[in-house]
């Protein structure tokens, strides 16, 4: 999983403050997604993205939660007007392509602490 | 969805014990992993694993993907394999990428 990375590792916010949560796939994956961990849970998926394109972004909270992947640079999971219930740690993955066959590989998680 | 579903949910172990820890899902999948969360909070891939048996060091890994389960054996535990171990998979036919975790297996190994 060396080579997905995020910043920041550590993110505090204040109540209605924006969060913004950075990725850069491994090299050569142009496959995104993230995943949010809450407490004493396992991840869950959020938003599927290639460049450009938002494939899949069932899994993300209706509102305030949005997610781009450009053509240069890295992917960005941004929540506005965060809550305290935003308070997780939030996972980047990256593959080489989308064949369901291939390795998904994590990044080291961003955890957002809203006060 | 797909039901994940790991046991045991803890696990206190004396080092140089051996565990098994098990992985059940409920439905065909296309991609299965094992991953180990450490104290940090790092999310490391253990095994690729749709099915057969894998082996990396003291971790080995099988998934028999017709009876729907994995397992992941550590032999010999140190202490710094405490931590969670996350089993994940992707149904068959569903959104590529998508993983499905399941609740994880809390492993704690005293020295």
């Known amino acids: 999983n060396a080579g997905v990375m995020q910043n920041p590792r550590h993110l505090v916010r204040r109540r209605g403050q924006e969060a913004r949560l950075r990725c850069s796939p491994m090299?050569?994956?142009?496959?995104v997604y993230w995943y949010r961990q809450l407490p004493e849970e396992g991840l869950k998926f959020m938003v599927y993205?290639?460049?450009?394109?938002?494939?899949?972004e069932s899994g993300m909270p209706k509102e305030r939660f949005s997610a781009e992947f450009p053509k240069e640079g890295p992917s960005i999971l941004r929540i506005q007007q965060v809550v305290r219930g935003d308070s997780a740690a939030y996972f980047c993955a990256s593959s080489l392509d989308g064949i369901s066959g291939n390795t998904i590989y994590f990044g080291e998680g961003s955890w957002l602490t809203v006060v | 969805g797909i039901q994940v579903e790991q046991s045991p949910p803890d696990l206190i172990l004396q080092e140089g014990a051996n565990s098994t820890l098990r992985c059940n899902f409920s439905d065909s999948v296309n991609n299965l992993q094992w991953f180990h969360q450490n104290p940090w909070g790092q999310l490391i891939n253990l095994f690729y694993?749709?099915?057969g048996t894998k082996q990396n060091g003291r971790l080995s890994a099988t998934t028999v993907a017709t009876e729907r389960y994995s397992l992941l054996y550590i032999s010999s535990s140190q202490t710094t394999d405490s931590g969670v171990y996350f089993c994940?998979?992707?149904?068959?036919?569903?959104?590529?990428?998508?993983?499905?975790f399941g609740r994880g297996t809390q492993l704690t190994v005293w020295p």
């Open positions: 090299k050569g994956h142009s496959h």
């Open positions: 694993i749709p099915s």
């Open positions: 993205l290639q460049k450009e394109n938002i494939i899949d």
């Open positions: 994940a998979v992707i149904v068959r036919g569903s959104t590529l990428g998508r993983l499905y």
